[in-house]
């Protein structure tokens, strides 16, 4: 299974950007999927996760509300929209990708795969 994240840039402070992760495989609706980020000199962090039926969606508190994840598993993506960003908001950010359901969906040890990460910039 292959991650392929795109669609970072820099943006200003309001501004909206849409990530896109295209997988790999044949079985993609099986796969719990989830963004995460890394801002400089920090950890990596949850920012949302869709469970492999599409039928949950999982929040961070810090994106609730400006955030949205959703999968196309027709098309093998699962997508983040991004609104009211925030210079803190700035980081590297990556897919993941676990089969079936984790309870853990918040950590990184839950998944099996990552992308290579696309950065986001945020200018105040």
């Known amino acids: 299974v292959q991650l392929q994240a795109s669609g970072g840039g820099l943006v200003q402070t309001g501004g909206s950007l849409r990530l896109s992760c295209t997988v790999s495989?044949?079985?993609?609706?099986?796969?719990?999927m989830a963004w995460f980020r890394q801002a400089p000199g920090k950890e990596r962090d949850f920012v949302a996760a869709?469970?492999?039926?599409?039928?949950?969606?999982y929040y961070a508190d810090s994106v609730k509300g400006r955030f949205t994840i959703s999968r196309d598993n027709a098309k093998n993506t699962v997508y983040l929209q991004m609104n009211s960003l925030k210079p803190e908001d700035t980081a590297v950010y990556y897919c993941?990708?676990?089969?079936?359901?984790?309870?853990?969906?918040?950590?990184?040890?839950?998944?099996?795969?990552w992308g290579q990460g696309t950065l986001v910039t945020v200018s105040s």
């Open positions: 869709v469970a492999w039926s599409a039928g949950n969606t």
């Open positions: 495989g044949r079985t993609f609706s099986a796969y719990t």
């Open positions: 993941a990708a676990v089969r079936g359901y984790t309870y853990y969906y918040a950590r990184e040890m839950s998944y099996e795969y």
